[in-house]
């Protein structure tokens, strides 16, 4: 599984975060003690919302080794921005740059959208409820699939649409459903949806629910959440997220709106 922060407000505040979430990529001791190696080595990739304009990058390079693309990052969070970044660790899907994520869709319904995710899923259940061909997504993740499914059944990024149809995809969770997801819709406004959902199993041994946790950091101009480990390499007042919570995130055009539902 994989280590994935968003983070929306002042950029500068931002920065110690991407710092940590490298750190936490290189050296994590919650993967480690579930025998599973210390690092998040299989590719790394980010959208960055600012100032009107949309950066996504993916690359195959571990995050803690593509020092120009961080330092070009960290270089352009200046002002009120908007950052999510996943770096993998695969579980699914063939390791190469087309199961990097955020993915990036364009839906036949008017929105786009960005999407991460942590965990594993029923790939083949979720091939079965989209109505699509197996062999098509063969080398594809169960994250990819994912987010094909949102394209082809999700009907709006409105919370009552967001809720349906991640709830249907939550119920083929195999260990963690952790996502995060940036809409744009066809008039330009922007939202995020971020779920925080762990299976029953995993609840109930310290070492998979400290890996496999949430955080949410509220602060003033900040408001970020993020896997486990980058609370071991940026000092901060962190909550946890409760299992089964989803963040509805309206982007305004200098701070957030955050509603909180079960998921």
Same mark, same amino acid.
């Given at each position: 599984m994989c280590r994935i922060l968003f983070a929306a407000g002042d950029g500068k505040g931002i920065i110690p975060l991407v710092d940590a979430i490298v750190k936490a990529s290189e050296n994590d001791p919650y993967k480690e003690r579930r025998g599973k190696g210390r690092q998040h080595k299989d590719g790394w990739g980010y959208v960055l919302l600012k100032d009107g304009s949309v950066r996504h990058y993916r690359s195959m390079k571990p995050?803690?080794?593509?020092?120009?693309?961080?330092?070009?990052?960290?270089?352009?969070?200046?002002?009120?921005?908007?950052?999510?970044?996943?770096?993998?660790?695969?579980?699914?899907?063939?390791?190469n740059l087309f199961n990097v994520q955020p993915f990036a869709f364009s839906t036949r319904r008017g929105f786009n959208f960005w999407l991460l995710h942590n965990g594993d899923l029923d790939k083949a259940k979720i091939i079965e409820l989209a109505e699509l061909d197996e062999k098509d997504l063969r080398n594809a993740s169960d994250s990819y699939t994912f987010a094909t499914y949102l394209c082809r059944r999700l009907p709006s990024p409105k919370l009552e649409d967001l809720?349906?149809?991640?709830?249907?995809?939550?119920?083929?969770?195999?260990?963690?459903?952790?996502?995060?997801?940036?809409?744009?819709? @066809?008039?330009?406004?922007?939202?995020?949806?971020?779920?925080?959902?762990?299976?029953?199993?995993?609840?109930?041994?310290?070492?998979?629910?400290?890996?496999?946790?949430?955080?949410?950091?509220?602060?003033?101009?900040?408001?970020?959440?993020?896997? @486990?480990?980058?609370?071991?390499?940026?000092?901060?007042?962190y909550e946890v997220i409760p299992n089964e919570t989803a963040l509805y995130v309206k982007v305004l055009e200098e701070n957030v709106e955050v509603e909180t539902v079960h998921l």
């Amino acid at each position: 599984m994989c280590r994935i922060l968003f983070a929306a407000g002042d950029g500068k505040g931002i920065i110690p975060l991407v710092d940590a979430i490298v750190k936490a990529s290189e050296n994590d001791p919650y993967k480690e003690r579930r025998g599973k190696g210390r690092q998040h080595k299989d590719g790394w990739g980010y959208v960055l919302l600012k100032d009107g304009s949309v950066r996504h990058y993916r690359s195959m390079k571990p995050i803690f080794e593509d020092f120009k693309a961080v330092e070009s990052l960290k270089a352009g969070l200046k002002g009120f921005s908007v950052l999510m970044i996943h770096t993998r660790a695969a579980s699914q899907g063939i390791k190469n740059l087309f199961n990097v994520q955020p993915f990036a869709f364009s839906t036949r319904r008017g929105f786009n959208f960005w999407l991460l995710h942590n965990g594993d899923l029923d790939k083949a259940k979720i091939i079965e409820l989209a109505e699509l061909d197996e062999k098509d997504l063969r080398n594809a993740s169960d994250s990819y699939t994912f987010a094909t499914y949102l394209c082809r059944r999700l009907p709006s990024p409105k919370l009552e649409d967001l809720l349906i149809h991640y709830k249907i995809i939550e119920e083929t969770t195999k260990s963690v459903f952790n996502t995060m997801t940036l809409f744009q819709s @066809s008039e330009g406004d922007f939202s995020a949806f971020i779920t925080a959902k762990m299976v029953d199993e995993l609840l109930q041994k310290p070492e998979h629910y400290d890996y496999s946790k949430l955080l949410l950091l509220r602060e003033e101009n900040l408001f970020a959440v993020a896997s @486990s480990t980058v609370e071991l390499y940026h000092k901060a007042h962190y909550e946890v997220i409760p299992n089964e919570t989803a963040l509805y995130v309206k982007v305004l055009e200098e701070n957030v709106e955050v509603e909180t539902v079960h998921l």
